[in-house]
């Protein structure tokens, strides 16, 4: 399909206007509301030609000619109607093809996705085409096949149709009678095993019309999946404890009542939030219903699913390693009713569930649930929107709620549900904060100072495992010049590049770049550029220095890039046959092992130091998270937190597992400052081949913002313009702003007032990010 030039939208508008009076035609003309893949958030109107009227329907894709060339473009319906008398007289084009047999979204879905593009700033198109999965719209997994059927005998007039059948030869007869035996349209293969004949005889009737071909989609999904999970012993649910039981109360009288309230569902590591998940899901499906869960894809482990896939009977899970057959053979499923309970990372949000009972968002702190490109949404927000117009409850769980949801439980928004006790009663682990700034191996350059030692040691000895935590991967974080104190940067961006030892290369980690690492400084041309800080790589090879006898394990993206590597190593470490396991944030989120009896968080202040509103926040959960991950056993655990700030509250708090401490705290400094959640922010990113000219655009920009904005007396602030923290990514230098306001409408307000007439300068682009969570 080719896809229309960029400018023809722009074109598009100087259409003349149509010299035709609309009255002419209003009466029988029906015409189509259509939305396109562009960023511009406008709405076309198509005719809808006689044959398409009585099936198109709005949430269908169709097809539509475009732009002065008129190519034909992909477009989603979201009304269709008779034309009334106000709508503009312009010529119209007509719609060409509805792509799909059945509408792709639903009343419901057409309304959320309307709110995503105002509450993002992106266009309704932008967003319907983000929903559909690839697979869904190439119709991965389905192939075009001819079938035969008997020709109805009433369009053969003036024949004698029974009497030629009567004298077919012998083949041919078979043919004919197998197809009407059949009642269906067979295809050349089943038809000819059915009639016991070669293709000839058919292709003989279909020349005397007796029979005829037609063109059918047909599905072949692989659906490997989940034939992989068809072994799965189901398991009974566990009896829950008291604090669990109140919990599900709680939520079992919200899915009864049929209310969209919102559960902040705060409970530590290892109170089991899950089995509470589960026996929610349990009421919904016995109506029939559909829940959907949403996961960080990162805790998208064997073990997770299993526990979902061992209660229910049917299971969708969707992961980002799928096949876009896989994809589309769920979407089909989930839309069809037959699946209990589709659990997957961010956009699972959009699963195309016909009943759906419940939301639940597990780690509801993570990042992740917010994309990065258009549209900009966080599915936390856009789980609160559907809740709400499906009026079905929705629960967020986590140890370390964000303070954007605390914030709407102090302000009795949304409910809390506390379950502050680990199961069995099992304790809390003991959280120590290790200063390293004395540590004899640390100042040796060394990453497992002292106490982190003889810990590991005593552990070890005792049959334990241990999990060591660093959040940088590669060998080392920089390549730093002795003679005048620069590091090496990638040249492409404003960041220092890693140096992998097993490959050999330095690279890039924003834009991948990858390279020989110099011999000589280039910034100072001295030789003897020396290799600082440490990342997994080379922390695995510390671990086996120091502890030859125990086996180790490193889980990083570069250790995991296989489909099922994850699986592999989880699974040893499992059975025992791995005694450290080391790795990036990969680690620290939901794994659940009895025998790890100790954690060791190698540097707490690698997230500490960025220049972020969210670093302490990030700090605190981070710590929190991954002290969960040990004490799960009758043998206790016990956490190091190897930092330099042991004085930091974010690391004190985590320390004490005193999240509601560390929350008031918190709160206390945004509200000083009136930042989020006390306001919203939304980040204007200006990027550019030149930085002056990028500076200024950014000056010129936010200016006319700032007057717009007194103009029309919206209290939107304008926070810079300033260097992006990462100036340069990939070639091009950043410059950001923030719009703020303490009700985010006056900033979507204003934004759509001002972009369209925005000044363009060749070359620069920018993009608005609604409540980011990127401010780098
Ligand atoms: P969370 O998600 O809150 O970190 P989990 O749901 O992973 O906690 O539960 C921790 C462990 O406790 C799991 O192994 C789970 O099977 C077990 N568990 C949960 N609820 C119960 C219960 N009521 N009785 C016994 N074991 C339970
Ligand atoms: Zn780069």
């Not at 299971?315 to 980002?320: K, M």
């Not at 550019?688 to 006319?704: D, K, L, S, T, Y």
């Amino acid at each position: 399909m080719s896809k229309p030039k960029q400018q023809s939208l722009f074109e598009d508008e100087e259409l003349p206007e149509d010299p035709m009076p609309w009255e002419r035609n209003s009466q029988n003309l029906y015409l189509a509301q259509i939305v396109l893949n562009r960023p511009v958030d406008r709405v076309f109107h198509y005719l809808v030609p006689e044959p398409l009227r009585p099936l198109l329907k709005p949430g269908h894709r169709v097809q539509v000619p475009f732009g002065r060339g008129n190519q034909l473009a992909p477009g989603y319906c979201v009304g269709v109607g008779p034309a009334d008398e106000n709508q503009p007289s312009v010529r119209l084009k007509s719609v060409d093809a509805i792509l799909d047999s059945r509408p792709l979204f639903n009343a419901k879905m057409l309304k959320l996705t309307r709110w995503i593009a105002d509450r993002y700033l992106c266009s309704w198109g932008q967003v319907l085409d983000c929903v559909v999965p690839a697979g869904v719209k190439n119709q991965a997994g389905t192939r075009m096949v001819t079938v035969f059927e008997v020709t109805d005998p009433q369009t053969l007039q003036g024949r004698n149709i029974p009497e030629e059948v009567e004298r077919l030869p012998a083949k041919q007869r078979a043919v004919y009678d197998a197809l009407k035996t059949a009642g269906q349209p067979l295809t050349m293969d089943a038809l000819t095993a059915a009639a016991d004949c070669g293709s000839g005889p058919v292709q003989t009737l279909k020349k005397k019309t007796l029979i005829r071909s037609h063109q059918k989609r047909v599905q072949q999904f692989e659906n490997g999946d989940d034939a992989a999970y068809a072994h799965i012993t189901k398991q009974d649910d566990l009896q829950l404890n008291r604090d669990q039981r109140l919990a599900l109360d709680q939520i079992l009288a919200a899915i009864r009542g049929q209310r969209s309230e919102t559960f902040v569902l705060q409970g530590v590591t290892g109170s089991g939030k899950t089995e509470v998940y589960i026996q929610a899901i349990r009421e919904v499906v016995s109506y029939g219903q559909q829940a959907i869960v949403l996961v960080p894809e990162i805790s998208l482990t064997p073990q997770a699913i299993q526990r979902f896939r061992s209660r229910f009977d049917s299971v969708a899970v969707l992961h980002s390693h799928l096949s876009d057959s896989d994809r589309h053979y769920h979407w089909q499923n989930i839309a069809a009713g037959k699946v209990q309970v589709i659990v997957g990372a961010r956009s699972a949000i959009f699963a195309p569930a016909p009943h759906l009972g419940l939301i639940i968002i597990d780690e509801e702190h993570e990042t992740s649930f917010k994309q990065e490109t258009a549209p900009r949404y966080h599915a936390r927000e856009v789980a609160r929107k559907r809740s709400e117009l499906e009026k079905v409850p929705l629960i967020l769980g986590s140890a370390t709620p964000t303070l954007n949801s605390w914030l709407r439980v102090i302000e009795k928004k949304d409910t809390l549900i506390s379950m502050p006790k680990r199961v069995n009663n099992l304790p809390m682990p003991n959280v120590n904060i290790i200063d390293v700034r004395n540590d004899v191996q640390v100042r040796r350059n060394e990453s497992i100072g002292r106490v982190l030692f003889t810990g590991m040691q005593h552990a070890l000895e005792a049959g334990g495992q241990v999990i060591l935590f660093l959040n940088l991967r590669g060998y080392s974080p920089a390549l730093w010049c002795k003679g005048c104190g620069n590091s090496v940067k990638c040249p492409h961006c404003e960041i220092s590049l890693t140096w992998h030892r097993d490959k050999s290369l330095a690279v890039c980690h924003s834009c991948d770049f990858s390279a020989k690492p110099p011999t000589n400084c280039p910034s100072c041309g001295a030789p003897g550029l020396r290799y600082v800080g440490t990342g997994t790589q080379r922390l695995e090879e510390e671990v086996k220095a120091k502890f030859p006898n125990y086996s180790c394990r490193r889980m990083d993206s570069d250790t995991m890039r296989g489909v099922g590597s994850h699986a592999k190593v989880l699974n040893a470490f499992a059975a025992g046959e791995v005694d450290i396991l080391l790795g990036t944030q990969m680690i620290a989120k939901g794994l659940d092992f009895p025998n790890v009896t100790l954690v060791g968080v190698i540097d707490a202040d690698t997230m500490l130091h960025q220049p972020d509103l969210f670093a302490s926040e990030r700090t605190f959960q981070l710590i929190a998270q991954v002290a969960g991950r040990t004490g799960r056993g009758m043998q206790g655990g016990r956490v190091f937190v190897q930092t330099t700030s042991p004085a930091e509250p974010a690391i004190v708090k985590a320390a004490e597992h005193d999240f509601l401490g560390f929350a008031r705290l918190e709160l206390g400094h945004r509200k000083e400052m009136l930042a989020p959640p006390f306001s919203h922010y939304a980040r204007v990113i200006l990027r550019g081949p030149q930085e002056e000219h990028v500076e200024q655009f950014a000056r010129q920009i936010a200016g006319i913002l700032h007057d717009a904005a007194e103009e029309m007396k919206l209290s939107v602030q304008i926070l810079g313009p300033a260097p992006a923290p990462i100036i340069r990514l990939k070639k091009y230098f950043r410059y950001h702003f923030q719009l703020a306001a303490v009700n985010v409408d006056e900033i979507l307000q204003l934004w759509r007032e001002v972009d369209p007439k925005l000044p363009r300068e060749k070359g620069i682009e920018y993009i608005i990010d609604v409540d980011p969570v990127n401010m780098r």
